[in-house]
């Protein structure tokens, strides 16, 4: 399978317990992107990445999160000291930013990890 | 500040009718807009996406259009069949202050009965 890993699929935590998340991007892509989305909602961008370099961050990034892209390859979304606020379903997503072709640039989305903090 | 709005939130029907999605935006200032597929619990699959410059997309059953004056694109799905149920998100990208990400409606939630 070529597509968006994302590991792990379920994580179901303590509050106040620190967690990470892993994205796997297609092999080509250079541009990473993650989203939340809770119940009810759409997905909400929280930051992303154009090969190693963490390009913009979302006012929905708390201080408690920190994302990584070290190789420019897969990235790591760690949340420090939980709340139940944070639980949500957490996406990653990924798509070949070519220079002036934002028009044609189509995301394509992994499975996600639902977090559940007790 | 752009707001996508999907209409209806939820939608049944019996199988085989066409039927319509609706997304609104309320800045036109888009480079792209993308309608997506979320089956329960899971991921989001990419259905279409229609650029700024074009009125419509097809792919199969299928069919978005885009009216980026008026700020609205539907997707119209013909001959619905069961398996066509679950969640359809919209989602534009626009000039505004973020380049990055894509701002999603709340997504209409479709059942199609056998």
């Known amino acids: 399978d070529t597509g968006v890993s994302q590991d792990p699929r379920h994580k179901i935590t303590k509050r106040g317990q620190n967690v990470t998340f892993r994205c796997d991007p297609i092999?080509?892509?250079?541009?990473l992107y993650w989203y939340r989305q809770t119940l009810g909602q759409g997905p909400e961008f929280l930051t992303y990445?154009?090969?190693?370099?963490?390009?913009?961050k979302s006012r929905l990034l708390s201080d408690r999160f920190s994302a990584e892209r070290p190789k420019g390859s897969f990235s790591t979304l760690e949340i420090q000291r939980t709340e139940q606020g944070d639980s949500a379903m957490y996406l990653c997503?990924?798509?070949?930013?070519?220079?002036?072709?934002?028009?044609?640039?189509?995301?394509?989305f992994g499975p996600g990890t639902r977090l559940t903090v007790l | 500040k752009q707001e996508v709005t999907q209409i209806p939130a939820a939608l049944s029907v019996p199988e085989g009718e066409n039927l319509v999605l609706n997304c609104s935006f309320t800045?036109?200032?888009?480079?792209?807009l993308q309608w997506f597929r979320q089956d329960p619990g899971k991921g989001l699959t990419s259905l279409l996406l229609?650029?700024?410059?074009?009125r419509e997309q097809t792919s199969g059953r299928l069919n978005a259009s885009l009216d980026k004056s008026s700020g609205r694109s539907t997707l119209y799905i013909a001959a619905s069949q069961p398996g066509d149920s679950a969640t359809y998100l919209c989602?534009?990208?626009?000039?505004?202050?973020?380049?990055?990400?894509?701002?999603f409606g709340k997504g209409t939630k479709l059942s199609v009965k056998p």
């Open positions: 990445f154009q090969n190693e370099a963490q390009l913009e």
């Open positions: 092999s080509e892509h250079n541009r």
């Open positions: 229609i650029q700024s410059s074009q």
């Open positions: 989602a534009v990208r626009d000039y505004g202050g973020s380049q990055g990400n894509l701002i």
């Open positions: 997503a990924s798509s070949l930013g070519l220079a002036g072709a934002l028009v044609t640039d189509t995301q394509y």
């Open positions: 800045d036109s200032a888009i480079y792209n």
